[in-house]
């Protein structure tokens, strides 16, 4: 069972991401080049982006369950279940959860770790209460279509699982109660959609945007991070002068569920609908009809389709505004009460069950007497995902990747092979390199990725089982990487795979590869000091996450960090699926971590960790041994500069570079 099956809950609201801006520009992370400036406001004339000063607090603010689904049945009021109201909350016994990126040079997979999951009324303080399992979201697009440039355009989705559930109370609510039912073993589902965000300093929803989401029954054995089920894919437009990460047909990719015991289909469209600005007001696209192709399908539909080519399954419930009505701030009221979920039933349509055996879905607009296709299912209805698409690897680690194939839904048993991304295949790389300056006037460039090609290991191929399973172990070798970025930890790789028997004009989820950072490995010495191995790394994480040393412990500061030692060693001692975990940024190796709290540990005749002594010129960062030679500078507005608009805008800038060579 997933989300997208009976009994589910919808919940609406808003939620807070304080994500610190400083480190969203690799360069920033050679030590020696780095200024002051760069940990200032970009609207008071710094360099720091739009926040400088973020702390990584990922939270739910002012959520409640506004809708929920019963034996196929709408529910939209408390009349009908005293679930209607109640609030999604974080949790109140710990810190909230953190956001984090994988890497400045993947930005592009930002990982929510630590989140708690709270529902509670009036009287229970949590009828459940879970922790949600890290997951980096996926399907980013530039969903938003008007709107002021402070706003971030994009919007992505998560889905995960709850872990550890624990049932409190009696809420009364038959909703609730057959969810508790429905799930095993303290699992739940849940999926969110988040979209509006805003980074203007200056509006009351600063470092916030909606969100809207869903959360159902689980089941072991299934995929954690997205529904083995019908999925529709985009095909994204590749004029190089557009911008990147936007579909052909005006929608996105989305997923969909059939359920043939009671001959209804659930399509999520949450994540999929243009809005027309960070309200979540969908652009009106006219009438939207889901149906299912009479024949299959085995390459992309071009064209239009007349009508007797399709079963159409029913219209989309979506409710764009009306002409002339007055502007909201929240999301329509069918998006917030069912999350965009929507439930189709075939049962009385003639055809309709058979062909959903073995034919494509298709999302149609009307085009003179036919239809013209938006997005249709994966071609041949064959798919296959890893359910863990990030990866951090410390020299010598190997990880199991799990897989999941399918076709038309149904389990698939086939070869999946593996492969190391080309440059340019994903948006992982980049960086907006730093002008000469002061004290070397040497340019600082962004390093270059994926090399060397060999210091991550993978299998050319593996196979899935009937359960439509496979596994992939995806490991570092021992000598790690090499130190290949030089002024940054470990090197990034794009790992791609697709089914041996998938057709060569197949459409895949821009998304569907496994973001991998391996670590250098660095060995431990004996007696580590200060000012040999320490602070340098203090130092470069003080730069790029100034909340902490301006406000907690200086940590390019002896003396302080010294004040502060019983606080760091619980804080570099806690597991990185802890909220109190130290970096807040997860990107500190193992290695590394093992010299920090053996210096911490061990002390001199004063009770101190080594101090050693100062050198007489300081080491100079190492320069990366290879530099991404297609970096480009764009021009950015204030509140552009250090995030993911930056890294989007640079591609668009080499697609058009690369498209004026040929």
Same mark, same amino acid.
């Given at each position: 069972?997933?989300?997208?099956?009976?009994?589910?809950?919808?919940?609406?609201?808003?939620?807070?991401?304080?994500?610190?801006?400083?480190?969203?520009?690799?360069?920033?992370?050679?030590?020696? &080049?780095?200024?002051?400036?760069?940990?200032?406001?970009?609207?008071?004339?710094?360099?720091?982006?739009?926040? #400088?000063q973020g702390t990584a607090i990922f939270r739910f603010v002012s959520c409640s369950v506004t809708g929920a689904s019963l034996n196929g049945k709408p529910i939209t009021s408390s009349a009908q279940d005293?679930?209607?109201?109640?609030?999604?909350?974080?949790?109140?016994?710990?810190?909230?959860?953190?956001?984090?990126?994988?890497?400045?040079?993947?930005?592009?997979?930002? +990982?929510?770790?630590?989140?708690?999951?709270?529902?509670?009324?009036?009287?229970?303080?949590?009828?459940?209460?879970?922790?949600?399992?890290?997951?980096?979201?996926?399907?980013?697009?530039?969903? +938003?279509?008007?709107?002021?440039?402070?706003?971030?355009?994009?919007?992505?989705?998560?889905?995960?699982?709850?872990?550890?559930?624990?049932?409190?109370?009696?809420?009364?609510?038959?909703?609730?109660?057959?969810?508790?039912?429905? $799930?095993?073993?303290?699992?739940?589902?849940?999926?969110?959609?988040?979209?509006?965000?805003?980074?203007?300093?200056?509006?009351?929803?600063?470092?916030?945007?909606?969100?809207?989401?869903?959360?159902?029954?689980?089941?072991?054995?299934?995929?954690?991070?997205?529904?083995?089920?019908?999925?529709?894919?985009?095909?994204?437009?590749?004029?190089?002068?557009?911008?990147?990460?936007?579909?052909?047909?005006?929608?996105?990719?989305?997923?969909?569920?059939?359920?043939?015991?009671?001959?209804?289909?659930?399509?999520?469209?949450?994540?999929?609908?243009p809005i027309v600005d960070a309200s979540g007001a969908f652009v009106d696209l006219g009438p939207l009809t889901l149906a299912v192709l009479k024949q299959p399908a085995h390459a992309p539909i071009s064209?239009?389709?007349?009508?007797? +080519?399709?079963?159409?399954?029913?219209?989309?419930?979506?409710?764009?505004?009306?002409?002339?009505?007055?502007?909201?701030?929240?999301?329509?009221?069918?998006?917030?009460?069912?999350?965009?979920?929507?439930?189709?039933?075939?049962?009385?349509?003639?055809?309709?069950?058979?062909?959903?055996?073995?034919?494509?879905?298709?999302?149609?607009?009307?085009?003179?007497?036919?239809?013209?296709?938006?997005?249709?299912?994966?071609?041949?209805?064959?798919?296959?995902?890893?359910?863990?698409?990030?990866?951090?690897?410390?020299?010598?680690?190997?990880?199991?990747?799990?897989?999941?194939?399918?076709?038309?839904?149904?389990?698939?048993?086939?070869?999946?092979?593996?492969?190391?991304?080309?440059?340019?295949?994903?948006?992982?790389?980049?960086?907006?390199?730093?002008?000469?300056?002061?004290?070397?006037?040497?340019?600082?460039?962004? #390093?270059?990725?994926s090399v060397p090609a060999d210091a991550v290991q993978y299998p050319a191929s593996f196979h899935t089982n009937d359960s439509g399973h496979g596994r992939a172990l995806i490991s570092a070798i021992p000598?790690?990487?090499?130190? #290949?970025?030089?002024?940054?930890?470990?090197?990034?790789?794009?790992?791609?795979?697709?089914?041996?028997?998938?057709?060569?004009?197949?459409?895949?989820?821009?998304?569907?590869?496994?973001?991998?950072?391996?670590?250098?490995?660095?060995?431990?010495?004996?007696?580590?000091?200060?000012?040999?191995?320490?602070?340098?790394?203090?130092?470069?994480?003080?730069?790029?996450?100034?909340?902490?040393?301006?406000?907690?412990?200086?940590?390019?500061?002896?003396?302080?960090?010294?004040?502060?030692?019983?606080?760091?060693?619980?804080?570099?001692?806690?597991?990185?699926?802890?909220?109190?975990?130290?970096?807040?940024?997860?990107?500190? $190796?193992?290695?590394?971590?093992?010299?920090?709290?053996?210096?911490?540990?061990?002390?001199?005749?004063?009770?101190?960790?080594?101090?050693?002594?100062?050198?007489?010129?300081?080491?100079?960062?190492?320069?990366?041994?290879?530099?991404?030679?297609?970096?480009?500078?764009?021009?950015?507005?204030?509140?552009?500069?250090?995030?993911?608009?930056?890294?989007?805008?640079?591609?668009? &800038? +080499?697609?058009?570079?690369?498209?004026?060579?040929?």
């Open positions: 069972m997933s989300y997208l099956d009976s009994p589910r809950i919808h919940f609406s609201g808003y939620f807070q991401s304080d994500v610190s801006t400083v480190n969203n520009n690799v360069c920033y992370y050679d030590s020696d &080049a780095f200024k002051e400036q760069y940990q200032q406001l970009s609207t008071s004339g710094g360099d720091g982006g739009w926040n #400088p005293p679930i209607i109201g109640m609030a999604m909350e974080n949790a109140d016994q710990r810190a909230p959860g953190k956001m984090a990126d994988l890497d400045p040079q993947q930005q592009m997979v930002s +990982q929510i770790w630590a989140l708690q999951v709270r529902l509670t009324d009036n009287v229970e303080r949590a009828l459940f209460i879970g922790d949600m399992l890290p997951v980096g979201f996926m399907n980013l697009w530039l969903r +938003q279509q008007q709107g002021v440039r402070s706003d971030q355009l994009l919007a992505a989705n998560y889905q995960s699982i709850l872990e550890n559930v624990q049932w409190h109370g009696h809420s009364h609510s038959p909703v609730l109660e057959a969810m508790r039912k429905a $799930s095993q073993h303290g699992l739940l589902a849940i999926e969110f959609n988040l979209f509006g965000y805003g980074r203007d300093p200056s509006i009351p929803r600063y470092t916030q945007g909606h969100i809207v989401g869903t959360i159902g029954p689980y089941h072991e054995r299934e995929p954690k991070h997205f529904v083995l089920g019908r999925q529709m894919t985009a095909q994204l437009d590749q004029d190089p002068d557009a911008y990147p990460l936007v579909p052909s047909g005006g929608v996105y990719c989305f997923q969909c569920k059939n359920h043939p015991d009671r001959q209804t289909l659930t399509a999520d469209f949450g994540n999929a609908l064209g239009s389709l007349a009508k007797d +080519q399709v079963i159409v399954l029913g219209q989309v419930a979506y409710d764009p505004p009306p002409a002339g009505a007055a502007a909201s701030d929240e999301p329509s009221p069918w998006f917030r009460q069912t999350a965009a979920i929507q439930d189709f039933d075939y049962a009385a349509i003639p055809g309709a069950r058979q062909a959903l055996e073995a034919c494509p879905l298709l999302l149609l607009s009307p085009s003179g007497s036919g239809f013209q296709v938006l997005v249709q299912e994966s071609i041949d209805g064959l798919y296959v995902r890893s359910d863990d698409h990030v990866l951090r690897l410390n020299a010598g680690q190997q990880l199991p990747v799990s897989f999941f194939a399918s076709r038309y839904g149904q389990p698939l048993s086939a070869q999946v092979n593996v492969e190391l991304l080309p440059k340019g295949a994903t948006l992982m790389g980049g960086g907006q390199p730093l002008p000469p300056s002061p004290p070397d006037n040497k340019p600082v460039l962004p #390093p270059r990725i000598a790690g990487p090499g130190n #290949p970025r030089g002024y940054i930890d470990g090197q990034l790789y794009g790992i791609g795979y697709q089914l041996q028997l998938q057709p060569p004009d197949y459409v895949s989820n821009y998304w569907n590869f496994v973001s991998v950072l391996a670590f250098n490995r660095v060995p431990e010495p004996e007696h580590p000091t200060w000012y040999d191995d320490i602070r340098p790394i203090f130092v470069q994480y003080g730069n790029l996450y100034p909340i902490m040393s301006k406000h907690v412990v200086d940590l390019g500061d002896y003396d302080s960090v010294v004040r502060h030692v019983d606080i760091l060693k619980l804080a570099f001692s806690l597991p990185m699926s802890d909220p109190n975990h130290m970096p807040v940024t997860r990107d500190l $190796s193992d290695d590394k971590r093992a010299i920090i709290l053996k210096w911490l540990r061990r002390t001199d005749a004063q009770g101190k960790p080594l101090k050693g002594t100062p050198p007489l010129q300081a080491a100079a960062v190492p320069a990366p041994q290879a530099v991404d030679t297609d970096a480009v500078t764009v021009v950015l507005d204030d509140l552009q500069i250090a995030g993911k608009t930056a890294v989007v805008l640079q591609r668009q &800038a +080499q697609r058009k570079a690369a498209s004026s060579k040929d």
